[in-house]
T-cell receptor, first 110, second 121 residues
Framework: QSVLSQPPSASGTPGQRVTISCSGS????????ANWYQQLPGAAPKLLIY???QRPSGVRDRFSGSKSATSASLAITGLQPEDEADYYC???????????FGGGTKLTVL | EVQVLESGGGLRQPGGSLRLSCEGF????????MSWVRQAPGKGLEWVSG????????HYADSVKGRFTISRDKSKDKVYLQMNSLRGEDTAFYYC??????????????WGQGTLAIVSS
């Protein structure tokens, strides 16, 4: 059972907007930044959002992140077939002295 | 171009040992924290261990504390994960990751392709 809670699956049609939630606690998301990783099928994970809402160079502005209290969200607008992937949230946990991940959300583009 | 490259995966029996290596390219290796994140086949991501840029601080997940040791060799631009007392649940792809600063509590901005460790009799 993961420390951060994500829905196991999400779906949408091309062009739609999809959001993925990530729920944590005061020791992780509540006191540190939320970060998101995208893992395409058969590939290594890749940083998608850092510092709650920052995009690394090369990440399309269709991807955005937000944080409120002990929860974070990833939004994908203008959904495209190539967005079909697993998405993970992560945060440093002060109580554990290490990183915690969500269980991952499998995004299907219908 | 920043790259990290893992090596050392393989098959071991329960109770055995394995040492994973990770080499960094295209950046000043000793200025950045490095971590290991693993993924059991078909499962999610699990952080394993991290080390600061100068090697003075190490962090471990409870699931590996006392069995795994992370270290780095400044002269070789490498970080290692020594895995002892291996268990079946340690079977996973092990990814080497870089953080953008010297402390391990920053996000992972670069990932390697992973190396597979299998623990089975």
């Amino acid at each position: 059972q993961s420390v951060l809670s994500q829905p196991p699956s999400a779906s949408g049609t091309p062009g739609q907007r999809v959001t993925i939630s990530c729920s944590g606690s005061s020791s992780n998301i509540g006191s540190n930044s939320a970060n998101w990783y995208q893992q395409l099928p058969g590939a290594a994970p890749k940083l998608l959002i850092y510092g709650n809402s920052q995009r690394p160079s090369g990440v399309r502005d269709r991807f955005s992140g937000s944080k409120s209290a002990t929860s974070a969200s990833l939004a994908i607008t203008g959904l495209q077939p190539e967005d079909e992937a697993d998405y993970y949230c992560a945060a440093w946990d002060d109580s554990r002295g290490g990183w915690v991940f969500g269980g991952g959300t499998k995004l299907t583009v219908l | 171009e920043v790259q990290v490259l893992e090596s050392g995966g393989g098959l071991r029996q329960p109770g055995g040992s394995l040492r994973l290596s990770c080499e960094g390219f295209g950046f000043s290796f000793n200025s950045y924290a490095m971590s290991w994140v693993r993924q059991a086949p078909g499962k999610g991501l699990e952080w394993v261990s991290g080390i600061s840029g100068n090697g003075d601080r190490t962090h471990y997940a409870d699931s590996v504390k006392g069995r795994f040791t992370i270290s780095r060799d400044k002269s070789k631009d490498k970080v290692y994960l020594q895995m002892n007392s291996l268990r079946g649940e340690d079977t996973a792809f092990y990814y080497c990751t870089r953080s953008p600063y010297t402390h391990a509590w920053y996000w992972f901005d670069h990932w390697g392709q992973g190396t597979l460790a299998i623990v089975s009799s």
